[in-house]
């Protein structure tokens, strides 16, 4: 009966990960987004410095050690931060709506 209460997947993957990023940028994922794209950035590198080529690797691996960087490297999230910052400057990318809540 006790596995009958366990969750089947965890609720939220990244719960310390996005704890870190600041309250007025809770951008519905833009920011973890930007950070999974810059991990998988840093692990293609890497493969490619190893002479790995990237077509000879599954994609979900290098998913998987893109995850594993995120864990191992908090400061991508910084660089998320200021990639998102620099896109919404830009105007590539829109800001987040202010949602406004119902009153009833």
Same mark, same amino acid.
């Given at each position: 009966?006790?596995?009958?209460?366990?969750?089947?997947?965890?609720?939220?993957?990244?719960?310390?990960?996005?704890?870190?990023?600041?309250?007025?940028?809770?951008?519905?994922?833009? %920011?973890?987004? &930007? !950070?999974?794209?810059?991990?998988?950035?840093? @692990?293609?590198?890497?493969?490619?410095?190893?002479?790995? $080529? *990237?077509?000879?690797?599954?994609?979900?691996?290098?998913?998987?050690?893109?995850?594993?960087?995120?864990?191992?490297?908090?400061? %991508?999230?910084? &660089? !998320?931060?200021?990639?998102?910052?620099?896109? @919404?400057?830009?105007?590539?990318?829109?800001?987040?709506? $202010? *949602?406004?809540?119902?009153?009833?």
């Amino acid at each position: 009966m006790a596995k009958a209460n366990q969750a089947y997947h965890k609720r939220d993957l990244y719960s310390d990960v996005t704890a870190r990023i600041p309250g007025e940028l809770q951008t519905g994922g833009a %920011i973890m987004t &930007l !950070a999974r794209w810059h991990a998988k950035q840093a @692990v293609k590198k890497e493969l490619y410095a190893q002479g790995i $080529k *990237l077509a000879h690797v599954e994609s979900r691996e290098i998913t998987l050690a893109a995850n594993q960087y995120i864990d191992e490297h908090p400061e %991508i999230i910084a &660089l !998320a931060i200021e990639s998102y910052r620099r896109l @919404v400057a830009s105007g590539r990318l829109r800001p987040p709506r $202010k *949602l406004k809540l119902c009153s009833t």
